[in-house]
């Protein structure tokens, strides 16, 4: 039931686009204005943020199972995975910094990606176009990761109501402890950041990124968006230009990049629905 459901939310996720029509937040936020009024900060705050939502679902689903023979749970499960899945329209966030960088426009690119991930002095103050977009090609491969992968590897392993539990960590805001939020998202993303990054290595250029991925499989430390842009521009090849090559080529080369980095994280997709399909055919 599990994987049916599954099919289904990302069935209705390609229909739609996006799954803004279940992406209401609003008491989520009311939920961490209330704890943060409370004085709660920290990891305890970040678990009684977390885990009494996800329980919820999990309750919810206990009772809903035996309804219908199951068909309730699965139209439930479908719909907490919908509502997990990541906020916005990635393609078209894609193709702005594609038309960006093809203009090159890469100072815009710069301010409209600096707002969406609110990026503050401590990600890097770019003094160049190449420096730019190595910043948001890293962001865009970040935001594909957390989005869908993060989410569909919790729903396997921990059901909708883990999958609800990564997306209501993503929202949550920085008022409980900035490092204790990278914390736990270093944690929850260390697994599948690194599965992810194995994907990269499988369907790109796998000679060219083995180092990369056995670099971040053996560093512990390092964070999935530094694991996962490092496997991912080994497996596509994808080398900064040099110093000298003109504001045209590189404009153009940078469009062309990004193109490539979509089809990457494209072909992991279908690579993983493949991989769970038969995962189910054989159990």
Known sequence: MLFLAGMIAIGLLQFWGTAERVHRDGWFGNWQSLLLGTGLSGTPGLVLLVLPPALLVAFVLQLAAPVLFGLLWIALAALGLLYAFGRGDFQAAMGRYRAHAFSGDFEAAYLEASQVYAWGERDGNPQSAAEVHLLVQRALLYEGFQRWFAVVFYFAILGPAGAVAYRLLQLSSDGFGAQQRERCLFYVDWVPARLLSATFALTGDFLGSRAALVAGLQDISRQAPEVLSAVAFAALDADT???????????????AQNRELGSLLARSAACWVVVLSLMVLVS
């Open 241 to 255: 230009p040099a110093d000298g090559t003109g504001d045209t080529d590189f404009s153009a080369l940078a469009a």
